[in-house]
């Protein structure tokens, strides 16, 4: 086997930039055969996550990042064999590998996973649109890494304030403690509907359908309140950032996390609280229990669930998915191109809308010249904006049908942070079989939606909110 001064070395050595240097030699282990994966990790700037595992086995990372292992990468793997372990050292590293992924909770059938381990799972687009309350068991799942056990017996959030060697601990009843405010908000990941826009060209990541988001009632305390009580001056013009750990943590230890601008957190009228309650009940597993922080108006990703730490600081948060993932980039930067350091981090989501139902190919009955389609869909944008019209036509465009806002809070923007169910009465041309339905919103700063992909296109799939286009058949 390799020796020890090899296995202490690679991670250090690696530069994520075209001009690697690389002196050392990185090496993994799968099952009995060990492999040389420099050049493949200089060749692909972007599969970074390969080096976790660097100078040891694959295994246990691929345990937690189930979707590398495939077929696909498994044959790439081959080519790159330089040996194999001894018997005795390949048996020795099976017995000691558990699956992370045993203590996950149950969940509702009805959540089709698009990945098991970690679990990802979105809700029945037709059960979507039924409730203006997505339900806690129906509400889709975007987890990255196990679902971590927490008692809330013992549980403590951690609030540094950076800089100050000063940091407060707060157990669950300590944040009860704080004035409790409750808000509804809608909830959805950067990457919602991504499958259409891997058809344009494609994309990495999830193949999200239109349910990778939900609408809920949020309860806990106002992470202002909290700030504040931390001795968080809320005019200090030094604080820019607020970081947020959660307690679900990779192998080597990093745990995720994320952070939004200082003002959204301290704002009056941001609304960002540290929940303890999703629908009026404790927070699922799945959700964050005990503490998730909801910032509402804000892409699913900076939600940070299983809260362990914030930090008050004049940085971002430098964790892989602040820094190096949920961004955009224009359609022309490819994964040889792109420089995450140039994008912003995705905060407030630009107007959205989908068709639920009917799904694509359903045949529709035709009433009176008039298709009618109760809970069509849902529209929402970010940044506390309203949805002020949402548009269908099944013409191409050539006619513009306006829809029913049916389902919509009553608070104003840029506090506005549910989103909105629309149905729609359209009239069809007789004798017409097959037709396309096409949505798009309009918020409250009238931003619209893009009419196709073909513009919007990012390698990374994220902010697919192009006209949503459904085809169907009349009868
Ligand atoms: N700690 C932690 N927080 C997290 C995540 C995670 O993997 N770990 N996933 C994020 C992403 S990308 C999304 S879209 C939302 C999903 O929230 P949900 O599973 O409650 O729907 O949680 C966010 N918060
Ligand atoms: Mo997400």
């Known amino acids: 086997m390799l020796g020890p001064q090899e296995k202490n070395c690679p991670i250090t050595h690696y530069r994520k930039s075209q001009n690697i240097v690389q002196d050392k030699r990185i090496w993994v282990t799968y099952k009995e055969g060990v492999y040389d994966i420099t050049d493949f990790v200089i060749e692909h700037p972007g599969g970074d996550q390969i080096l976790l595992a660097a100078g040891s086995s694959v295994e246990p990372f691929w345990m937690l990042y189930a979707v590398h292992n495939n077929p696909h990468v498994l044959q790439q793997l081959e080519a790159l064999r330089i040996g194999n372990l001894s018997k005795q050292d390949s048996q020795h590293s099976l017995e000691n590998m558990s699956d992370p992924y045993s203590s996950d909770p149950p969940r509702h059938a009805v959540l089709k996973p698009a990945s098991v381990k970690p679990f990802n799972a979105e809700t029945p687009p037709f059960l979507l649109v039924e409730q203006f309350i997505t339900p806690n068991e129906l509400f889709y799942v975007r987890n990255h890494l196990p679902v971590p056990q927490i008692d809330p017996e013992t549980y403590e959030l951690e609030v540094e304030v950076e800089g100050s060697n000063k940091t407060v601990l707060l157990t669950l009843d300590d944040l009860k403690k704080f004035p409790k405010h409750t808000i509804t908000a809608t909830i959805m990941c950067a990457g919602n509907r991504r499958s259409e826009m891997t058809k344009e060209k494609p994309v990495k990541g999830l193949n999200w359908g239109p349910a990778a988001v939900g609408n809920a009632t949020w309860a806990g305390v106002r992470l202002r309140d909290v700030l504040k009580k931390s001795g968080i001056n809320e005019d200090d013009k030094k604080w820019k950032h607020v970081q947020f750990e959660g307690v679900d943590f990779d192998p080597t230890g990093k745990t995720y996390g994320a952070s939004i601008p200082f003002w959204k957190a301290i704002d009056k009228r941001g609304d960002v609280i540290l929940a303890y309650e999703m629908n009026g009940s404790p927070i ?192």
């Open 284 to 475: 699922p597993r799945d959700h964050g229990f005990p503490i998730r922080v909801i910032v509402p108006g804000v892409v699913g990703a900076r939600n940070v669930k299983w809260l362990g730490k914030i930090t008050v600081s004049e940085n971002e948060s430098d964790s892989h998915w602040q820094q190096n993932d949920y961004k955009g980039f224009s359609p022309s930067t490819n994964w040889d191109t792109v420089d995450f350091s140039k994008s912003p981090a995705i905060q407030e989501l630009p107007v959205i809308s989908a068709i639920c139902t009917p799904s694509a190919n359903e045949v529709v009955k035709v009433q009176d010249g008039h298709i009618l389609v109760k809970d069509l869909g849902y529209a929402w944008s970010g940044g506390g904006q309203k949805i002020v019209r949402v548009d269908v036509t099944v013409d191409g465009g050539n006619t513009w049908h306006i829809a029913d806002l049916d389902c919509q809070d009553a608070a104003e923007p840029p506090q506005h942070w549910s989103w909105t169910l629309w149905s729609a009465r359209i009239p069809i041309r007789s004798g017409i079989r097959n037709v396309e339905i096409w949505a798009k919103a309009v918020d409250s700063c009238y931003n619209t939606q893009p009419e196709t992909f073909r513009n919007i296109w990012n390698l990374r799939g994220v902010l697919n909110n192009a006209y949503h286009r459904v085809p169907i058949k009349t009868q």
